[in-house]
């Protein structure tokens, strides 16, 4: 092992360390001509495969602040209107309206109404349908805002889920919540200078590129991609809760998601653990990129 000081330049090491990105142990010791204990002395010492500890302070959510985990303050219950003429339809709309309050109380009391409503609430989602269509022809997305009308349960859990993000963001962020966060100024910063090639987008070239040239905050691991990618999400999620319009990350923090995304099909598996979280990530998620996913399922496969 003391060999390896002397033998391997730090060009040899850094196309070492490269080749191990893409090949096992065993491959990266063929390429290079070198044996298998000094490539995995040359791995191991240099720490690129442990997980980044400086790419997570960065990629982290602020701390829930003490005293500051309290729910938004709690909305006027909505007062119940004519809406189409239809007594029980209307009814319907109005016990939708309560449940998206996210208050607990009065989405049990609606959850208990809407049981006393005799129609079955699939033959109100028709009526209403009628209702759109009639009032409304042509426009396609007053007729597809019917659908599912009748699924209180679906609309409860989503309400009551937005209530609690909301008060995580006021935890989290206070009235800075919209303001760009350290991980946001570093992608602004990385990408400082490079022209959009479309709306919100920046040739993905360029991108690696400059993000390439941070090492120090580079994701090592798959571990860390997804640790990165989780923190863009949940990022959108708080900020979408607050502000359905004011959810979207900057164009150069966006620019940098989709580069973490890519490392996923480029970065080896450490275990079969880690592999499996990352297959886990693409069920969970819709990324709607077939490529991309397909280039990962390879890394992932070996």
């Keep these: 092992m003391g060999s390896v000081k002397q033998e391997v330049s730090e060009d040899l090491r850094k196309h070492i360390l490269d080749l191990r990105r893409r090949h096992s142990f065993r491959e990266v010791a063929h390429i290079t001509g070198l044996p298998l204990g000094t490539v995995k002395t040359v791995v191991s010492r240099s720490g690129a495969f442990r997980d980044n500890e400086a790419h997570r302070k960065l990629f982290c959510l602020p701390s829930i602040r ?60 028709a009526r209403y349908r009628d209702h759109l269509r009639t009032h409304r022809p042509g426009d396609l997305f007053a007729a597809l805002s019917s659908f599912d009308l009748g699924d209180l349960q679906a609309l409860a859990d989503k309400s009551i889920e937005k209530v609690r993000r909301q008060a995580e963001a006021q935890a989290r962020f206070g009235d800075r919540i919209f303001s760009h966060t350290d991980a946001e100024v570093f992608c602004i910063s990385a990408l400082d200078g490079l022209q959009p090639t479309g709306v919100g987008s920046f040739d993905s070239a360029e991108v690696s590129t400059r993000f390439k040239a941070r090492p120090e905050l580079m994701p090592n691991t798959l571990s860390d991609c997804l640790y990165e990618l989780e923190y863009w999400n949940q990022l959108y999620w708080l900020r979408h809760a607050v502000e359905r319009d004011g959810s979207d990350p900057a164009p150069e923090a966006s620019a940098r998601g989709s580069f973490v995304f890519e490392l996923l099909a480029r970065i080896r598996p450490r275990s079969r653990e880690e592999a499996k979280a990352v297959l886990r990530y693409l069920v969970a998620g819709d990324r709607g990129d077939a490529d991309a996913t397909d280039q990962i399922m390879e890394n992932l496969l070996g």
């Excluded at 339809?89 to 049981?115: C, K, P, Y």
């Design 66 to 125: 003490q005293g500051m985990e309290t729910y938004p303050s709690v909305p006027e219950l909505p007062s119940q209107q004519a809406v189409t003429g239809d007594r029980e339809v209307d009814a319907l709309l109005w016990l939708r309206d309560v449940i998206s309050t996210g208050q607990a109380g009065a989405i049990t009391a609606a959850m208990e109404a809407a049981q006393k409503i005799k129609t079955p609430l699939k033959q109100l989602e």
